[in-house]
């Protein structure tokens, strides 16, 4: 039993639109059972590409009932059956999004035409709706609309029902479940079901229980799942059908994920991870005296001699962060490493830089700006607690900086707090320090929102 569903939205983002319109044709497996098309009113603004794209315009959803009052018929309608789209991932994380914002978690075992095309009908050039239902004569009426595309994907979905069992003589389990008939058989199917949507770090093993690949996330069901149907590199088949056994640990906060992996991988050197065994970030800016006794930022790639200012994943990021440092600071491209010229940088020849890169600034003056420009990769807070969401209501995650240095981190009951701060201190697990650490830190500091800093 099947629903075949199409739906058309606003945007890309499950997280940020919504949905326009929305079709679902029961299916069993042989013609069509039942059927359901309707406008929706994402309540926001169409923007004027997709309405180009889909035709759906502000005035057609004016009207049209909101999500939540035809979500007990998507529920009704879908219970008990699987979930089949073209590019399914698509469609099931905007409806999956929907009935959350409703506070319900909707969950359908799905099958992916896209997948399934490659599986059945390979060597297409290309398996977008439009082009294997060109290649396959498939008449879509009513492009970039629900009923259209989905009754299109109704048309492949069927073909490739006939071609799996002229293959296999049979209905195969890449029809009853594309993502198990995937798996290794030793993988135990139920647990994946288990995993929470929540932040955290996941450990996948072989059959001989050795560990492969660690990874992290602030949705664990999401990117693991995305692992077992992964099909995009030969690499990432290879591990996916290696996938013996899951093991996956809540952290609450994305932070506390991002800084356990790093230290994992480092610490176990998983065969799968590769390409973060060594520090992705290769590239640093330095900062040193010269014989004139002004201070100089350079990049070039990082030695274990000495140690950066800041890292980046590339010379091209390094290079566009002391630009911008020149612009702001009113820094001298020479003494920055962007300009070669023995004598002074081009920006003094056209009265930007104020001469110090051929002593006509003085080396104090210059010296306090370069300084401030240093301060932007060094915490503004040299101890610090950094306090976040934990793995439940009652809980609270804390990260330790001491001396600008990472110290590690831990848990706390905010409910049991007698001891105030020095509960804190208590809770803190001892972590080593190192560059990928800083950066992480740095970097999610500048762009995630956290509960709060605490200074000691």
């Known amino acids: 039993m099947f629903a075949i569903i199409d739906i058309e939205t606003t945007g890309g983002s499950a997280r940020l639109?919504?949905?326009?319109?929305?079709?679902?044709?029961?299916?069993?497996?042989?013609?069509?059972?039942?059927?359901?098309?309707?406008?929706?009113?994402?309540?926001?603004?169409?923007?004027?590409?997709?309405?180009?794209?889909?035709?759906?315009?502000?005035?057609?959803?004016?009207?049209?009932?909101r999500f939540y009052e035809i979500a007990k018929t998507i529920v009704e309608l879908t219970e008990g059956r699987t979930f089949v789209a073209h590019n399914a991932r698509f469609d099931y994380s905007f409806i999956r999004q929907e009935f959350k914002s409703l506070g319900f978690n909707y969950k359908r075992s799905i099958i992916d035409t896209v997948a399934l095309g490659r599986k059945l009908f390979p060597?297409?050039?290309?398996?977008?709706?439009?082009?294997?239902?060109?290649?396959?004569?498939?008449?879509?009426?009513?492009?970039?609309?629900?009923?259209?595309?989905?009754?299109?994907?109704?048309?492949?979905?069927?073909?490739?029902?006939?071609?799996?069992?002229?293959?296999?003589?049979?209905?195969?389990?890449?029809?009853?479940?594309?993502?198990i008939s995937k798996l290794n058989p030793k993988l135990d199917i139920s647990k994946i079901d288990s995993i929470p949507e929540e932040p955290g770090i996941y450990y996948f093993y072989n059959e001989e229980g050795d560990l492969i690949?660690?990874?992290?996330?602030?949705?664990?069901?999401?990117?693991?799942?995305?692992?077992?149907?992964?099909?995009?590199?030969?690499?990432?088949?290879?591990?996916?059908?290696?996938?013996?056994?899951?093991?996956?640990?809540?952290?609450?906060?994305?932070?506390?994920?991002?800084?356990r992996e790093s230290f994992e991988i480092k610490d176990n050197k998983p065969i799968?991870?590769?390409?973060?065994?060594?520090?992705?970030?290769?590239?640093?800016?330095?900062?040193?005296?010269?014989?004139?006794?002004?201070?100089?930022?350079?990049?070039?790639?990082?030695?274990?001699?000495?140690?950066?200012?800041?890292?980046?994943?590339?010379?091209?990021?390094?290079?566009?962060?002391?630009?911008?440092?020149?612009?702001?600071?009113?820094?001298?491209?020479?003494?920055?490493?962007?300009?070669?010229?023995?004598?002074?940088?081009?920006q003094y020849h056209v009265g930007i830089c104020k001469g110090a890169?051929?002593?006509?600034?003085?080396?104090?003056?210059?010296?306090?700006?370069v300084m401030q420009a240093a301060e932007e990769f060094v915490f503004t807070h040299r101890n610090f607690f950094i306090i976040d969401k934990g793995r439940d209501e009652d809980e609270r995650c804390a990260v330790?900086?001491?001396?600008?240095?990472?110290?590690?981190?831990?848990?706390?009951?905010?409910?049991?707090?007698?001891?105030?701060?020095?509960?804190v201190h208590e809770c803190i697990q001892p972590s080593p320090d190192n560059r990928d650490i800083q950066v992480i830190l740095k970097h999610y500091l500048k762009t995630n929102r956290i509960e709060k800093i605490i200074e000691f």
């Open 400 to 423: 330790k900086v001491v001396n600008g240095k990472y110290n590690g981190y831990g848990y706390f009951d905010i409910n049991n707090m007698g001891f105030g701060l020095e509960a």
């Open 272 to 346: 799968y991870n590769r390409a973060k065994r060594r520090s992705s970030f290769q590239w640093g800016i330095f900062i040193f005296t010269d014989d004139d006794g002004y201070l100089n930022f350079r990049h070039e790639l990082i030695d274990s001699e000495e140690n950066p200012l800041s890292v980046f994943t590339s010379k091209e990021k390094a290079k566009s962060k002391l630009i911008s440092l020149v612009e702001t600071y009113d820094l001298c491209q020479k003494l920055t490493g962007l300009y070669e010229t023995s004598g002074p940088c081009f």
């Open 17 to 65: 639109e919504k949905i326009t319109e929305i079709a679902v044709y029961l299916h069993d497996g042989e013609k069509i059972t039942g059927e359901f098309v309707s406008l929706i009113n994402p309540e926001r603004n169409i923007p004027y590409f997709i309405t180009n794209l889909t035709g759906i315009t502000n005035e057609m959803v004016e009207n049209a009932p």
């Open 213 to 259: 690949y660690i990874g992290k996330s602030r949705n664990l069901q999401q990117r693991i799942s995305t692992h077992l149907s992964n099909n995009t590199t030969s690499r990432a088949m290879e591990m996916r059908d290696l996938i013996a056994d899951i093991y996956w640990e809540l952290t609450g906060s994305e932070l506390i994920a991002l800084l």
């Open 357 to 369: 890169c051929c002593g006509k600034e003085s080396v104090k003056d210059y010296n306090k700006r």
């Open 123 to 179: 060597g297409y050039r290309s398996y977008s709706l439009g082009n294997i239902c060109r290649d396959l004569k498939i008449t879509i009426n009513g492009r970039h609309r629900a009923a259209g595309d989905a009754l299109a994907t109704v048309s492949l979905f069927e073909m490739l029902l006939k071609k799996d069992l002229e293959v296999n003589g049979r209905r195969s389990n890449l029809i009853r479940n594309t993502r």
